[in-house]
């Protein structure tokens, strides 16, 4: 599946919470209004597996990441293979989002958004 398109939600449907989307070698990375990025890997080598990783810019440097790689570490993760970092890297839990790629991307992308939101308040 091309960048093209994750690449044209981001910039479109998330225009509020997006200040660049730039395509590298091998993901696609989005710079939001808080200097915080999201990275959009898809791999070339297994096909199927992605992952949407976001790098946060609080003082705790949280990340968040839903991927369906497949992990032997979270095999008892009612979802698995998809799984949800949450906040870091050994705090896994079950997939809140769909596993269709477009539609688990739009989620993803509303979560930050409505992070980001309380943020700001």
């Known amino acids: 599946m091309p960048y093209e ?4 939600i981001a910039e479109v449907e998330f225009s509020g919470i997006v200040k660049d989307v730039i395509g590298m070698d091998y993901k696609l990375r989005i710079i ?9 890997f898809l791999s070339q080598k297994i096909p199927d597996k992605f992952a949407f990783h976001w790098e946060c810019r609080d003082p705790k440097r949280s990340i968040y990441r839903f991927d369906n790689i497949p992990d032997k570490n979270w095999r008892k993760i009612k979802t698995y293979p ?5 906040g870091n890297q050994d705090k896994v839990v079950a ?11 739009r989620k993803f992308m509303e979560f930050i958004r409505e992070r980001l939101s309380l943020q700001t308040k």
């Not at 398109?5 to 044209?8: N, Y």
């Not at 939001?32 to 959009?40: A, R």
């Not at 997939?95 to 991307?105: H, K, N, R």
């Open 95 to 105: 997939s809140p989002f769909p596993v269709d790629l477009i539609d688990g991307f």
């Open 5 to 8: 398109i994750f690449k044209r």
């Open 82 to 86: 998809f799984h949800f970092h949450k």
């Open 32 to 40: 939001l209004i808080d200097e915080s990025y999201v990275d959009l």
